[in-house]
């Protein structure tokens, strides 16, 4: 499964940074997961948990209250 490079992250701190093969997210309309090469996408996100299951197969959960998703080419980019 390809990867592509994720980046979430607050004006505090980043939470994770580095290659993903798919990350999951709960967006306002509701949950969607994204993988590499998706459509150039944006969405808000309402509370609850970003999944991601990174190149090495590890799967990682971060709670979430709100944020803003952007996914183009091989970069996604999550903003709390």
């Given at each position: ?18 290659e ?31 999944t ?29």
């Amino acid at each position: 499964m390809a990867s592509f490079n994720l980046t979430i992250a607050s004006a505090e701190e980043t939470l994770f940074s580095g290659e993903a093969k798919q990350v999951t997210l709960p967006g306002t309309s509701g949950e969607f997961t994204v993988l590499a090469n998706h459509q150039p996408f944006v969405s808000t996100l309402r509370p609850g948990v970003v999944t991601v299951l990174s190149e090495n197969g590890e799967k990682q959960e971060f709670e979430v209250k709100h944020g803003i998703f952007e996914t183009a080419g091989k970069t996604a980019t999550v903003l709390l």
